[in-house]
Each structure stands twice: as structure tokens, then as C-alpha cells.
């Protein structure tokens, strides 16, 4: 029985080497940075979860699941392996032929040799199913997907794994490529960014005065991809220089707010950069966050600063704000650098006069959203801002 068993298992191995073809494909010019021996492990790993994944959704049930993160409003654009394997947390429940399907097929895997407990091993490192574009932007009736892993050496591309009937094709998955085909993408874990929200949160004092003036970063547009494909979502960072003036030395001094974290989908950045209007809101992603708990009258300039946050070194960049004690005193202004980490997306100064006379009241050739005139930090990042004033 037991040389029967590995007959078969031999006899399964050769016929999947033997289904894989390769798509003709234009030389490697991508720059792969080396990778550590836990990397490598990594990227093994999420590569066997994508062939994996590739066979297990060619049934219909699991299809038929997975509609869910691909319709246009869709309400989340990732599936957690932490929250599919664990069968009481309700995702589990909604995706019960995507688990089984691959619990199933990492046992068929894990006898041909490959990574033991590798559905163990995805869910423990946080990895996650990602689909970063709707159906929408693809021809009716399209429901294949390509399915391809992070290459964890690059951002840019990949090899990913697609049905052509019975066939399997290796094909180099990009961003150009999504233009043309539908994508699920398994990715490792994201940085965790729960310490920034609550910084963010922590800032946001309880501002008293008469009257408050409460501007928000309202809805937000990007056209720049900030990286190739496999960076996912965008981790916008948006960021207020302010004048702050010493009571006691009467010197005014640049401060840096906590910056404002913004998961810019993936989706939206494609709609904008293509100039679609239909899909994705034309690329207005809301966000209506805090940007100034008050701006009182005193602040007379402040600047706003917006990157798409990378592990990078820290670049500075300098701007000029200014602070007004009252009616009867002269303007003070001051030069401060700000830091940030990543792809540059910008950095405005902001007269406060200008600004609150201007924005629901556009001057001439300003662009409006929503009643609202729409602000610019550079030719691909636009944002509206509504005011409230509180007595």
C-alpha cells in the first residue's frame, strides 16, 4: 500500500510540473535587493500559497465566495489566512469552501514534499489574500483570476499562475498586466500602524474657545501609484507645520503635528491616474479626518505636507509659517524644516485669510468638489477640506 501511496504522489508531482507553461515575456530588468534566510523562507512560502490558491479557486464555490472582494463597493479588499483558518471568527464562516479548499490542497502539497503546516505558517506571519482591483474595471463577464504572490525582493512584478482551460500558464504580473487581467495577490504582513493611530488620536485635544474653527482633510485624490504593484495599498501620510509662540521670549517656532495615516486603496489611485470617473469615485477616496482641532486667527500660515510613507531615510523640507498675536501686532514668521519618509506627494503653504475666504467660495479656474474648492500640494494629490465653526 505504501509504495502504492508514493507511486501516486510521484506520478501527481510530474503531472503538475508537467501543466505549468510559460507565457513569452521581455527580459528581467527589475532590480532584486537580497534577501535573509527568514525571507527566502517567505517568499517560498507565499509562492507555494499562490499555486495553491490558483487550483483551489477554479471551483465555483469558491468563486462564487470570493464575489465579495471584487464588486465595485466592496467593503474590505483583503481576506486574513489568521481569520480563515480560525473557524469561530465569523470571515472563516463566509469563506468556508476558500478554507477547506485550501487546507485540503496544503495536505495534497505537504505529501509531494513541499512546506509542512504551511496554511499554520501564513496565518502565525500575518499573511493575507489581497484583491486590489474590482471587476468593474474589467470587461463583463471576466471571472478569472491570476493569482501571484509578493516577490518580497521587489515591488514591481512577479510570476503569477493562470488557467488557460486545463492549462496553468507562469505569467509576469505587473501593473501593466492588471490592466488587462484580474489579480489576487498573497501578501505578507503589512507594518503595523495601530502605535500611529494612536499618536494620531492622543493629539487631538479637546480644543475650548470662542469660536472653534474645526478644518478636515475631507475626500482625498492620487495619481501616483507610489511604487510598483506589490506595495498594495497606499499609506498616505498627511501632516500640519504650525506656528507655535513662546509667551515668555515672544519667539514663534515651527512645530510638526502628529501625521494623519490614510489607507488610500489601490483601486481609487488606478481610477484617478487613468481618468476614469465611473469607477472608484473618479479616484475621490472620503476620509474626513481632523487636520486642525482649530485654526484660530493667531496662525495666520501653516502648511500642509502629504508622502506615501516607505522605509526610506528620513528626506527634510522647508517651509515658512506665521503667527499674528493680535490685530495691533506685526506678523512674525519663521523657517521649519519637516520630515518624512517616503515618496513626496508635496507641501502647500496655507494663508489663513485666503483659506477661509476661498474655500466654498472658489475663485476663478479653482476646481470644486462637492461645493468645495479643491486644494492641491503638487499635479497628482488633490484634497477638499470643510470648515465648521463651533460657538
Not at 108 to 128: I, V
Not at 204 to 230: E, R
Amino acid at each position: 500500500m505504501k509504495k502504492l501511496i508514493c507511486l501516486i504522489s510521484v506520478c501527481l508531482l510530474v503531472a503538475s510540473c508537467e501543466k505549468y507553461e510559460t507565457e513569452p515575456v521581455s527580459q528581467d530588468q527589475t532590480f532584486k535587493r537580497p534577501l535573509s534566510d527568514s525571507e527566502m523562507l517567505l517568499k517560498t512560502n507565499l509562492d507555494q500559497a499562490a499555486q495553491i490558491l490558483a487550483d483551489v479557486i477554479q471551483d465555483e464555490s469558491v468563486m462564487n465566495e470570493l464575489d465579495v472582494l471584487s464588486r465595485e463597493g466592496r467593503e474590505f479588499y483583503n481576506i486574513p489566512f489568521s481569520e480563515l483558518m480560525d473557524e469561530s471568527k465569523s470571515l472563516s464562516a463566509s469563506f468556508r469552501n476558500l478554507r477547506d479548499g485550501f487546507l485540503n490542497a496544503c495536505s495534497s502539497s505537504e505529501s509531494k514534499g513541499n512546506s509542512p503546516n504551511l496554511a499554520g505558517f501564513l496565518a502565525k506571519n500575518d499573511c493575507y489574500i489581497y484583491c486590489p482591483y474590482p471587476a468593474s474595471f474589467y470587461p463583463k463577464g471576466n471571472k478569472s483570476y491570476t493569482v501571484v504572490a509578493h516577490p518580497i525582493d521587489n515591488d514591481v512584478e512577479n510570476t503569477g499562475y493562470r488557467y488557460d482551460g486545463k492549462r496553468i500558464l507562469k505569467v509576469k504580473v505587473n501593473e501593466e498586466y492588471t490592466d488587462k487581467y484580474m489579480v489576487l495577490m498573497v501578501m505578507p504582513k503589512d507594518e503595523d500602524r495601530d502605535d500611529l493611530w494612536k499618536a494620531y488620536s492622543d493629539s487631538q485635544s479637546n480644543t475650548k474657545a470662542d469660536p472653534i474653527y474645526v478644518v478636515k482633510i475631507g475626500k482625498v485624490w492620487c495619481a501616483d501609484y507610489c511604487g510598483g504593484l506589490f506595495e498594495g495599498e497606499l499609506e498616505l501620510k498627511i501632516a500640519r507645520g504650525y506656528p507655535e509662540y513662546n509667551l515668555t521670549t515672544g519667539a514663534v517656532t515651527g512645530k510638526m503635528s502628529t501625521v494623519i495615516p490614510i489607507d488610500y486603496p489601490r483601486s481609487y489611485a488606478k481610477a484617478a491616474i487613468k481618468g476614469w470617473t465611473v469607477h472608484s469615485n473618479g479616484g475621490w477616496y472620503p476620509e474626513f479626518t481632523n487636520w486642525d482641532t482649530n485654526w484660530r486667527p493667531e496662525k495666520v500660515q501653516q502648511c500642509i505636507l502629504v508622502y506615501e510613507y516607505d522605509k526610506v531615510k528620513e528626506s527634510t523640507i522647508s517651509t515658512n509659517l506665521g503667527y499674528k498675536k493680535d490685530n495691533v501686532s506685526p506678523t512674525i514668521t519663521t523657517t521649519f524644516k519637516m520630515t518624512y519618509s517616503g515618496d513626496f506627494l508635496g507641501l502647500a503653504e496655507w494663508d489663513r485669510a485666503w483659506f477661509m475666504r476661498t474655500n466654498s467660495n472658489p475663485e476663478p479656474g479653482d476646481e470644486v468638489k462637492d461645493g468645495l474648492t479643491v486644494r492641491k500640494t503638487c499635479s497628482k494629490f488633490k484634497l477638499t477640506t470643510p470648515l465648521s465653526i463651533y460657538y
